[in-house]
């Protein structure tokens, strides 16, 4: 049986990290279903937005597998290691951490690289490489979610933050309690599924224009990624809706 569950509620996908007694660890086979889950959920239209979590209440996800890596000797992890959004795989749509527990190492990877994260009052955050000698270049974007010296500090002392001050410093958009955890991330997302598909997948690319473009450049970038969505025909079904006292309904063209 795989290590990760993909399921799919109200348009809403849950890619669930099922090993709790490994506190979620990136073994080889959670690695691998994580990349499936990926791929299953840019290729299914009833899904409109991904949810990354783990079981449990103990841990989102603890990072590598460390008694793994010392049997496989790993030194460089290569490209296709686990998962990088916008970096080894392309996720168009929206995608939420529900951090459920520690997220270390790797575990603070998979967060840190989706677009939102909701977190249980008792989640945990840590870069905990340099307490096991190991490398996180992966944490390059670290430096424009929180302010640098909040990243130095992470990255330095490899000492765990806590949700409140995750969400402090921005790399957090709510903190909830543990019991309310699936139910605040299924309303979250659900509201940005009830949106006009076309419109959502644009506001996703506007929003990582800042990085390596000049203020005039990302405006021209974003006239051009917006321009398909003006002409589409969900854009005249918006208006006509709201003319109709109605709920739109989205085409996705």
Known sequence: MTPVRYEVTNGVAWLTIDRPEARNALSEAVRKGLFDGVHRFNADDDAKVLVLTGAGDKAFCAGGDLKEMNET???????DFLPQFGRNVDVPKPTIAAVNGIAYG????????CDLVVAAEHARF???????????????????????????????TGDPISA?????HGLVNDVVAA???RERTQQLAE???????????AAKRTAYLSA????AEAYDLAEEIWEPVY??????????AFKEKRTPVWQGR
Do not use: Y
């Not at 000797?73 to 490209?79: E, G, I, K, W």
């Not at 509201?191 to 997948?201: E, F, G």
């Open 231 to 240: 002409l589409s025909e969900d854009a005249q079904e918006g208006p006509l």
């Open 191 to 201: 509201r940005i599924a009830a949106n006009a598909p076309l419109s959502v997948l």
């Open 212 to 215: 390596g473009h000049s203020r």
């Open 106 to 113: 790797g575990g603070f990877l998979l967060a840190q690289q």
């Open 73 to 79: 000797a790993l030194t460089v992890p290569p490209p």
């Open 179 to 181: 019991a309310d955890l």
């Open 164 to 168: 409140a001050r995750a969400q402090q």
């Open 126 to 156: 840590a870069v905990s490489e340099v307490k096991v000698g190991r490398g996180s270049p992966w944490a390059a974007p670290l430096s424009w979610l929180v302010p640098p010296r909040v990243a130095l500090e992470i990255l330095l």
